[in-house]
């Protein structure tokens, strides 16, 4: 399966692709859990894909994919929080699951710069029920929002005032 990017925000950036793969699906909970107590160090990272991996192969790939999306959005998320201007910026998520016979499933979050200790992991929570209710609870949707979150953030440079809307739709 796969879903569709689109990006939009201020000044002037736009961002769209078709066709991302999804990949396999995680807690949000038990990630955000997870990523609030890892430590700055190489064993921390390292503690937190044993805390989140099964020793099965294909688990601990989806694991490993799972938690390097993570820590990049929440870099990402960190980055555009140290705009000057980010006290009044924002980024919006919607996110759309169509149906053949009934209407489709729609799921909205909205995060606020307003940032306490750790804004990415305060990102990461506040968007996992909209993607939870749209079966995008997964690697794939982290590495489209680290992808669109990146290249807005090089696009804005430190200044500016972080305000953008992303839509994945399935």
Do not use: Q
Not at 41 to 65: H, Q, Y
Not at 68 to 96: K, Q, R, Y
Not at 100 to 123: C, H, I, M, Q, S
């Amino acid at each position: 399966m796969s879903f569709n990017v689109f990006a939009a925000g201020s000044p002037k950036f736009h961002y769209k692709k078709e066709g991302f793969i999804e990949g396999s699906d995680f807690e949000p909970m038990k990630i955000v859990s997870t990523l609030m107590t890892m430590e700055p160090n190489g064993w921390g990272a390292a503690g937190a894909g044993i805390d989140i991996a099964t020793p099965g192969v294909t688990d601990l790939m989806d694991s490993m994919a799972t938690m390097e999306f993570l820590h990049t959005l929440n870099d990402a998320v960190c980055f555009l929080a140290m705009c000057s201007g980010s006290s009044d910026g924002w980024i919006s998520l919607s996110t759309t699951k169509s149906h053949v016979l009934w209407p489709d499933t729609k799921g909205f979050a909205r995060y606020n710069f307003t940032p306490g200790d750790n804004p990415g992991a305060e990102f990461i929570k506040l968007i996992g029920p909209a993607l939870k209710d749209t079966d995008l609870n997964n690697w794939g949707a982290l590495a489209a929002l680290t992808l669109v979150l990146s290249k807005y953030s090089n696009s804005i440079g430190d200044d500016a005032r972080p305000i953008i809307n992303i839509s994945l739709d399935k």
